[in-house]
């Protein structure tokens, strides 16, 4: 969890050390890249990036609207979605971008753009295609997927989302009057299983001036691990039931039961709604809360060692994931993965240091082989890392009382930026504000945003059967990329 | 000989096996997922329901996306009506009428494989292609089975095949390789794990659901129950295979009760594997046929050690 | 006989009148006419002989080229002459239809009807005439014939090589069967067929070196593999008519030579019957494979032909190893079994070709992969050719599903007198019941690619994928052939007992008793009947529905916009299974894909499949000239090396003249 604050007008750079600062790779790993039309005939262009231990760090500058820009993309596959998505908002146009298309159905004929999007199309007459989408035959997402195929095996997979798109910069633009720190029960809506995460990102963007208290920090630490927890447990259970292991699907359903409820004791709702609050703690936590989560998390400890060793000890399950939908290091690393999926492919990016990780350090694992078995194989680590962290942290630990609301001023001329490591990646808020102390941009980015290619890349040469698992492996967020 | 009474209780079981098979299996499944789950007589329910429905055809969809899944309802039937489903006596018997069973089943599939490929998608061609597939794998797996049983019993009629009781260490041999590979082509004609998932909403992943993605109302309903069945008829199969008393004239009555009992604890032991096994990854499922041919080999080359002559 | 020579006379005078007529129209009915009396007069000899009576002798008084000419009708003659000539006719009759945008173009139909009538002809020497010399010439005749019906496109070179592959296979084939015949010739000095019984009918080691020959001649005639690629080659170039009739009848020859051998025989060897079963089994199983990856419908029908004919060597195999064990159920079942395929693989494999005939005339391809959807535009071939594919998948209740059954009662009887045999039948039982479910697999990817699904390329007077094009309308004179032989596959199908009618004296020949086979058709027939009187229920009730029922886009999986690629390719169907089978196949693939995350090029992918076999034996050919060429390189060039070679060869030929002389 890391917030930075800077002055707007002393991170601008010129346009052309703008572009070689993000193209060189010394420079820090890009975490988010993004526009706004500054209005008077220029666009503004910020990009936040990460220095590691040595934190974030922040570069912008402006351009002259309607001029095309040269893309970076082709060099640097990682910042096309980014450009993709200045186009989109901003109407800049990049000359020699590899994949110029819609991202969400942002603008006037959005529908008719939406339906005629450019699939990628490998030619030749025993190649078929088979399109899935937008409406599925589950109670999930809508997002269309073009495979193309021959027989059994994926050559290319394209997936188009935006289809759920509700215009949340905006809505949080519209509420900037009326106080940011009002706005947070709308910050956990965006991707509704990881509340908590975005909930703290949108804080530590507010509070990037005047840093909270290590109990509040705590308090949010708890309710991020045990969000990890139980959407890592759902993603298990799901793949499991995915293969028709029937045994591990019921067992680690019944655990993520477990696992919400105690946050429904906690703060009053089973996904850490109203759990965090602007400067200060969200819930109050007890002598009788804290025996009952470390009851839960100690029944957690006993039951998950028997559920794990049936299904990753199972032959046919190994059979089943190992070498299935490879995204390996070299290509994650280019295309700009982050989160679960980065590490399970041996990138190692973790938003888990600084804050309360500062004091209560949590080792962060990765994977070598990048496969569908890495990538569930490194969510049952994770569970019990965050388990292990969590009884560590609740030790001896005396509890808090709930705060008051507080009220929130990010400052004049400046630019907050707010990042959590959520159960899928690193989420970031940034806040910029003009000279008058007006909010003049919100910008929200769900780690899916960027993951979504890693998904593309890793079915190619598959079987289409084995499509299933390999997306259920990644566990994107549609609404997250959709905003 | 087949009395009256024989037949009555043939047509009864050709009405009553499918809807219990399933009922069963899933009922086995729901108890392992430590769940009640719903009652045994739940696909009968199902079947009123999508009768009563109304079905809608696609644009692109001929006459023979409509006849197909009655052609398989009747090419089941007719061919069904050579096995002993009861381990008593069928309702039809003729030589090499094992034959008849594989062909007319063949022809029901071929109609569903045409009415998939009526619907011009992706998806019911990707079925149909599947199911097209592991078919030519079942096929000869069958015929080493009965050929093998033919062999050691001297018998051309499937009633006579299945009836057959293994006396010395050659024929256990035999018997237990036939009992094996039937097992798999049963379940692959059923279309259940650990081949096909019929409880998964994936379909990318189905064989036999995704090829009649299309289909809703009565239609649907003529292809589940004549999945269902198959599977019943199946189950009847492998425990006329097993029953010690198949087609002994002289005790009718405990033929019939322990082939009832056989083809519980057959839908109760599918149940459980279905429930602690995991799926088959498609690139593996011929493989695992595969197996069902070798085992069928096996059963014939323990004919040679018998000597049958 | 007289019956006979008429009919010769009726049909020779039709070929010239299909010549010097003035208009295609007028040819075409000439020969029509002609060939129809004549049918008429054949099947009025051969009825007789096929319901019991004697065989028909006769002797046709000649002076050049030899002196009498014995015709002799036997019940195996009779059999062949039975449908041989009708299935020209019905061929004669679609070639006026399906040439008809030819002869709007103004091109001259005289050779090719007179051909079609020489085809006939050919049809009553060889069935008919017990000499060997005219029994060649009957043959040269139906080879030459055929081929230049081939070359119908002849301006197109790859029909022109087409046409020679076929020529040059053929020879071959005449060659060996002559090496064999004057070998005959030699051991018996007669040129009458019946005389050859002498040296046949003893084992021994000149009895094995004819069958081998005659094995070569009629693998060769008859397309079994490995001498098979001649024929899907010839069928993709040859008009569909000329492709159905030399897959249905011309050259079903070799198999009537093979039988006439075998009855000359009287009993076979045992390895014989275990050969010519190998040799089946081989064909059928290298045909089906190919069936189901080939893209080009006529090439697919051509390999199905490879298949079918393999069948009925497995059960000509089942019934030389009934003779040769004394079995006569064995060989009646075996035989019965073959001939009943032949005669059905002649009704539909002529109906699926006159199909595929009429797909080219709807859409002007015959690519599958190109093709979809054409049940909308020319229903009556679809159900058609619906008929054809069910029919040769062999499956119940049509004909296809007679033959295989009587043949796997013949290999699962269990009446071999090994163990080691009895379970050899059964696994060829086996490799028969996986050559059957490749057949649907091949049957319905062709007939559900083709015919529905929505077309593939797009259709002119066709706004969106979903729609289809304007109606086909083929000729009535194409439709009625494929609708008799429609017929032809349901009533054998459903009534396989009217084989009975006509049956039982060719394989009484043999020597075999027919009780065994005509009780298993019996209980078929009643079976074919319950199953048939279900599949019209079924259909009444499907059909039934369709009234005024709700239509909306397929489902599949919500996609609202159809496109054309969004079915499933020919390729794709048959993937796994030319997986399975990889070894067997000659894959060729051009992939261009790129690596990248985000391509922008269009990628390519195409696949497509050569004959291993051929591209096997060309290699080694070539294989075998490199090691000439280096051999002679090697030799040197000395002028002295040669003339004392030479002067080598000649003193060893003279000292053996000489020792023979003296002897």
Redo the contacts between chains.
């Keep these: 969890m890391r917030a930075l604050a800077v002055d707007r007008v002393a991170s601008w750079l010129p346009e052309l050390g703008w572009r070689d600062w993000l193209a060189s790779p010394e420079v820090g790993r890009p975490v988010a890249v993004f526009g706004r039309n500054a209005g008077d005939g220029r666009v503004e262009l910020t990009a936040v990036l990460d220095h590691g231990v040595d934190g974030l760090a922040v570069v912008a500058t402006r351009v002259a609207a309607g001029v095309p820009q040269p893309s970076l993309a082709a060099a640097a596959p990682g910042l096309a979605g980014f450009e993709r998505e200045i186009h989109e908002q901003c109407g800049i146009a990049y000359v020699g971008h590899p994949w110029l298309k819609p991202v969400r159905a942002q603008g006037a004929d959005s529908a008719a753009a939406m339906d005629a999007y450019p699939y990628y199309a490998v030619e030749g007459k025993p190649v078929h295609e088979v399109a899935v989408g937008p409406v599925h035959a589950g109670v999930i997402e809508p997002g269309s997927f073009r495979f193309q195929c021959h027989g059994e095996r994926v050559l290319h997979l394209e997936i188009q989302l935006g289809y759920q798109h509700r215009g949340v910069e905006r809505l949080l633009l519209a509420k900037a009057p009326g106080g940011l720190e009002r706005a947070v029960p709308l910050v956990e809506t965006v991707a509704g299983d990881s509340s908590v995460a975005h909930a703290i990102a949108f804080c530590l963007a507010l509070e990037a001036q005047e840093p909270v208290s290590a109990e509040v920090a705590l308090s949010r630490g708890i309710l991020l691990e045990l969000e990890r927890v139980g959407i890592h447990l759902a993603g298990l259970s799901g793949m499991a039931a995915d293969i028709a292991h029937l045994q591990a699907a019921a067992g680690y359903g019944r655990l993520r039961t477990v696992v919400i409820n105690a946050s429904m004791r906690l703060c009053g709702s089973r996904f850490g709604r109203g759990g965090v609050r602007p400067g200060a703690c969200g819930y109050a936590l007890d002598a009788e809360g804290r025996a009952g989560l470390a009851n839960a998390i100690a029944t957690l400890k006993h039951d998950l060692p028997a559920i794990d060793e049936r299904f990753f000890g199972d032959l046919a399950v190994r059979r089943r994931f190992v070498g299935v939908g490879v995204l390996d290091m070299k290509r994650a690393t280019e295309i700009g993965m982050v989160g679960l999926c980065a590490r399970a492919s041996g990138v190692r990016v973790d938003q888990r240091i600084g804050g309360i990780y500062e004091q209560f350090p949590l080792p962060s694992t990765t994977a070598a082989t990048g496969d569908c078995w890495a990538r569930e194989w490194l969510r049952m680590r994770e569970i019990h890392e965050s388990l292990a962290w969590l009884a560590r942290v609740l030790e001896g630990q005396p509890g808090w009382a709930r705060g008051p609301r507080t009220a929130f001023s990010p400052g004049r001329s400046r630019l907050c930026v707010g990042v959590a490591e959520g159960c899928r990646g690193e989420v970031v808020y940034a806040l910029e504000t003009d000279a008058a102390g007006d909010v003049v941009q919100v910008k929200v980015q769900d780690p899916s945003f960027r993951n979504w290619m890693g998904l593309q890349v890793a079915v190619r040469d598959n079987e289409i059967a084995d499509f299933p698992i390999c997306n259920k492996s990644f566990d994107l967020s549609y609404c997250g990329h959709d905003l | 000989m087949t009395t009256p009474l024989v037949v009555l209780a043939d047509l009864a079981a050709f009405a009553l096996g499918p809807i219990l098979a399933v009922g069963v299996i899933q009922r086995t499944?729901s108890v392992?997922?430590?769940r009640r789950g719903p009652p045994i007589l739940q696909p009968w329910f199902d079947l009123q329901r999508l009768v009563r429905k109304?079905?809608?055809?696609?644009?692109?969809?001929?006459?023979?996306f409509?006849?197909?899944?009655?052609?398989g309802?009747?090419?089941a039937?007719?061919g069904g009506v050579v096995v002993p489903i009861l381990g008593v006596a069928p309702l039809?018997s003729?030589?090499?009428d094992f034959?008849?069973l594989?062909?007319?089943w063949?022809?029901g599939?071929?109609a569903l494989?045409?009415g998939a490929?009526?619907?011009?998608?992706?998806?019911?061609?990707?079925g149909?292609?599947?199911e097209?597939?592991f078919?030519?794998?079942?096929?000869?797996?069958?015929?080493?089975v009965?050929?093998?049983l033919?062999?050691l019993t001297?018998q051309?009629a499937l009633a006579g095949l299945l009836a057959v009781q293994p006396t010395s260490g050659g024929d256990v041999f035999v018997w237990g390789a036939s009992v094996a590979a039937l097992t798999v082509v049963v379940l692959i004609e059923g279309a259940r794990?650990p081949a096909d998932?019929p409880?998964?909403?994936?379909?990318?992943?189905m064989v036999h659901e995704v090829m009649v993605?299309?289909h809703s109302g009565?239609?649907l309903a003529a292809i589940q129950a004549t999945a269902a069945l198959k599977l019943a008829l199946g189950i009847g199969m492998l425990a006329a295979l097993l029953n010690p008393w198949s087609g002994d004239q002289g005790a009718i009555g405990l033929a019939l009760g322990c082939n009832l009992a056989l083809s519980l604890g057959l839908a109760v032991a599918i149940g459980s594997m279905?429930?602690?096994?995991?799926?088959?990854?498609?690139?593996?499922v011929?493989r695992y046929l595969l197996g069902a041919?070798i085992a069928?080999?096996v059963a014939?080359?323990g004919?040679?050690w018998?000597?049958?002559? | 006989m007289i019956g006979l020579v008429a009919a010769a006379g009726l049909l020779a005078g039709g070929a010239v009148l299909a010549v010097i007529l003035p208009s295609n129209r007028a040819r075409g009915i000439a020969a029509i006419l002609t060939q129809a009396l004549a049918c008429a007069l054949v099947v009025g000899v051969v009825v007789p002989i096929l319901r019991g009576a004697p065989a028909v002798t006769g002797l046709w008084h000649l002076s050049q080229p030899v002196d009498d000419v014995p015709l002799r009708v036997d019940a195996v003659g009779a059999f062949f002459l039975a449908w041989s000539l009708p299935m020209t006719l019905l061929g004669t009759i679609y070639a006026v239809g399906y040439l008809q945008p030819w002869f709007e173009r103004g091109r001259n139909g005289a050779p090719h009807f007179a051909l079609l009538n020489i085809v006939a002809l050919s049809f009553l020497i060889i069935y008919a005439v017990q000499n060997v010399l005219i029994f060649l010439l009957g043959w040269e005749l139906s080879a030459v014939a055929a081929w230049l019906l081939v070359i119908w496109e002849y301006r197109d070179q790859k029909t022109r090589f087409a046409g020679f592959n076929y020529l040059v296979s053929t020879h071959v084939g005449l060659l060996v069967l002559v090496a064999a015949l004057m070998y005959l010739h030699g051991q018996t000095d007669s040129m009458d067929f019946a005389d050859f019984a002498a040296v046949l009918g003893v084992p021994g080691g000149g009895r094995s070196l004819v069958f081998g020959l005659v094995g070569v001649a009629v693998a060769l005639k008859s397309a079994f593999v490995p001498v098979h690629s001649w024929l899907p080659r010839a069928h993709a170039a040859a008009p569909a008519h000329v492709s159905a009739l030399m897959s249905g009848v011309i050259h079903k020859a070799g198999l009537f030579v093979l039988l006439r051998f075998v009855l000359l025989m009287r009993v076979p060897d045992e390895w014989m019957g275990w050969a010519v079963l190998a040799m089946g089994a081989g064909s059928a199983v290298y045909g089906v494979i190919y069936a189901c990856v080939e893209r080009d419908l006529k090439r697919l029908l051509g390999y199905s032909s490879t298949e079918n004919v393999g069948v009925v060597a497995i059960g000509f195999g089942v019934g030389m190893l009934g003779l040769a064990w004394g079995d006569s159920t064995l060989a009646a079942l075996g035989f019965f079994a073959g001939l009943v395929h032949i005669l059905g693989h002649a009704c539909f494999k002529c109906l699926l070709f006159y199909g595929a005939g009429a797909v080219h005339r709807a859409a002007h391809t015959v690519d599958i992969e190109r093709l979809g959807g054409l049940a909308r535009r020319t229903p009556a071939t679809a159900v058609l050719f619906g008929i054809g594919a069910l029919a040769i998948s062999g499956l119940p209740p049509l004909n296809g599903f007679v033959g295989e059954f009587l043949l796997l009662a013949g290999l699962l009887d269990g009446s071999a007198p090994t163990a080691a045999s009895n379970a050899a039948l059964v696994c060829v039982a086996a490799l028969l019941a996986t050559v059957g479910a490749l057949s649907v697999l091949s049957m319905v990817r062709a007939f559900g690619l083709t015919f529905l699904g929505t077309s593939r390329e797009p259709q002119p007077g066709a706004e969106g994928p979903t729609v289809p094009g304007a109606a086909a309308v083929i000729p009535m004179a194409m439709l009625v052939p494929m609708g008799v032989l429609a017929l032809a596959c349901v009533l054998l199908g459903v009534f396989p007992t009217v084989v009975l009618a006509f049956m039982p004296p060719v394989v009484g020949l043999y020597g075999a008793g027919t009780s065994g086979p005509a009780h298993l058709l019996a209980v078929l027939q009643s079976a074919s009947a319950g199953l048939a009187g279900a599949v019209v229920v079924a259909t009444g009730i499907g059909g039934a529905r369709g009234e005024g029922a709700r239509r909306a886009v397929t489902w599949a999986c919500g996609y609202r916009l159809p496109t054309r690629r969004m079915q499933y390719s020919a390729s794709s169907f048959s993937a796994t299974v030319a997986a399975l089978f990889a070894t067997f196949l000659g894959t060729q693939t051009r992939v261009r894909l790129s690596r990248r995350a985000m391509p922008q090029r269009a990628g390519s992918f195409d696949l497509s499949y050569v004959d291993a076999v051929e591209r096997r034996i060309f290699e080694v050919l070539g294989r075998g000239e490199a090691f000439f060429v280096r051999s002679a390189v090697a030799v040197p060039e000395e002028p002295r090396f040669a003339f004392a070679a030479g002067l080598a060869v000649l003193l060893c030929m003279a000292g053996w003249l000489l020792s023979e002389s003296t002897l």
Aim: avoid cysteine.
């Design positions: 499944r392992w997922a430590g109304t079905a809608v055809y696609g644009h692109t969809a001929t006459a023979i409509r006849v197909a899944p009655w052609v309802l009747a090419a039937i007719a039809l003729f030589p090499l034959v008849w594989a062909y007319a063949g022809l599939r071929a494989m045409l490929l009526d619907t011009g998608s992706a998806f019911e061609g990707m149909a292609a599947r097209a597939t078919a030519t794998l079942v096929e000869p797996a069958l015929f080493l009965f050929g093998a033919s062999l001297g051309h794990l998932d409880a998964t909403h994936l379909e990318l992943t993605l299309d009565p239609e279905e429930s602690l096994a995991a799926r088959l990854a498609t690139r593996d011929p041919v069928g080999g014939l080359l004919t040679l018998q000597g049958a002559a």
